[in-house]
Structure formats: C-alpha cells, structure tokens
C-alpha cells in the first residue's frame, strides 16, 4: 500500500515551459486536492476533484488546470509557468469529506526561472 | 468564511516538559478541527480530529487536543516533548454547514516546533 505518490520529486523550468504533476492514490478515495505551500502562507488549494470525472476550483486555481481521468489520479498542469509558481506542490486523497482526514502526497518542489 | 489562525510561528520546549501549540479558529456554522505535522522535506501527516463529543481528543504520537467553543481554541498539547517531536504543526479547520466550500479545509500558517535536547 504506497498511499499518495507524487512525481516528480523536483523540477526547474524556466518562464513560459509547461508541465504536469502527477498523483496516484491506491486507498480508493472519492476526493482528491491539489495545494501550494509557500512560506508563511501554510498551504492553499489549487483545484480538487470529488470524483472520477470532476473538477472545481480552490482558493488559488489561477494559473493551473487539472484533469481527473481515472479515480486513482489527479493530474496539475502548468500550461505557462511563471516565478510566482515557484512553489512546494502537495496532493492529497480522502474519503467523503467533511470530516475524514486527507492523506498527502511527500510534495514536488517546483522551480520556476 | 472560514478561517485558522496559529499566533506563534516558533515555539521552543525543553525535552521533557510540557507543550502546547495554540490554534485559534473563525467559523459561521460548527467546526470540524485538524491537526496535521511535517516533518523536513516531507508531507503532512494527521495527529488527530475534532468532529463532535468530547472536547479532549487523542491522537498519534502521544499528542491530544482541546477544543473550547467559547473561546474558539483547538490547542495541541503533549505532556512530555520528544526532540523527534521537532517538526512543523497545522491546525485545519471546516465548516459542516457551509455548502459549496464543505471541501475546503483551511489551513494555519504553521507553528514550528523545537524541542531542545
């Protein structure tokens, strides 16, 4: 049972490049959450999906798209990165919210030059 | 709207003695409270929940927490600190009666622990 899987662990790419993260979750969660965590700001959603399909924006969706294909995964593209994106990237997975717990991901730092 | 505030960002403890890490919350309906560590270069990790019932609640690592409703508080606490209790602590927090932001859960900006040897 490896939880939730983040790749990759690292990643520099310069103004303008695009990217996908990708997350695996093996617990069969319903919900899955993208989140920033930048320094002093604690973490802040990006975008969650609450099931296989599905899609919605979070605090700061701005910048980000996401796609939820399969149940098991959640992807988070970058279509034009920005310094500002420069950030650590964590996804998580739970059962029906609103009172399970999430289970993350170990994170992608991201690098944007 | 619901929101986490968390008023020290540092908070140093011997070994051995007791620790609290304050969390403080703001919501329209009831909460349901979180409390999340990280440890370096890792993800988060679930201490422990408040959904209902009693306000003292048990967690992992010997860790538990208090809610008080009248004074909005979810503090952490732990009687005796480990050094490897030296890590980074989140308080979350989620209305049950809002609607299209039930999912959200709002984090605190974080409180790092050090436990001095």
């Known amino acids: 049972n490896a939880g939730v899987t983040q790749t990759p662990k690292f990643r520099v790419l310069k103004t303008g490049q695009s990217m996908t993260l990708l997350c695996a979750q093996d617990?069969?969660?319903?919900?899955m959450y993208w989140y920033r965590q930048d320094p002093g700001m604690g973490l802040r959603l990006i975008h969650y999906?609450?099931?296989?399909?599905?899609?919605a924006k979070g605090e700061v969706p701005d910048g980000y798209n996401v796609s939820r294909l399969k149940k098991q995964n959640f992807l988070l593209g970058l279509e034009s990165a920005a310094p500002s994106q420069t950030s650590v990237y964590f996804c998580?997975?739970?059962?029906?919210?609103?009172?399970?717990?999430?289970?993350f991901g170990p994170g992608t730092r991201l690098t944007v030059l | 709207a619901q929101s986490v505030a968390q008023p020290e960002d540092q908070v140093n403890v011997a070994e051995g003695n007791p620790l609290t890490v304050k969390c403080t919350y703001s919501?329209?309906?009831?909460?349901?409270l979180f409390w999340y560590v990280q440890y370096p270069n890792r993800g988060l990790q679930f201490l422990l929940k408040?959904?209902?019932?009693?306000?003292l609640v048990k967690g992992s690592y010997g860790f538990e927490a208090e809610f008080n409703k009248s004074q909005t508080s979810f503090h952490l606490k732990k009687p005796s600190a480990l050094v490897s209790d030296s890590a980074l602590y989140f308080c979350?927090?989620?209305?049950?009666?809002?609607?299209?932001?039930?999912?959200?859960?709002?984090f605190g900006k974080g409180t790092k622990l050090s436990v001095i040897p």
């Open positions: 617990m069969n969660h319903e919900y």
């Open positions: 408040y959904i209902t019932g009693d306000n």
């Open positions: 979350a927090v989620r209305d049950i009666t809002s609607g299209a932001g039930s999912y959200q859960l709002t």
């Open positions: 919501v329209s309906g009831n909460p349901y």
């Open positions: 999906s609450v099931g296989e399909g599905t899609t």
């Open positions: 998580a997975s739970s059962y029906s919210p609103p009172n399970n717990e999430q289970f």
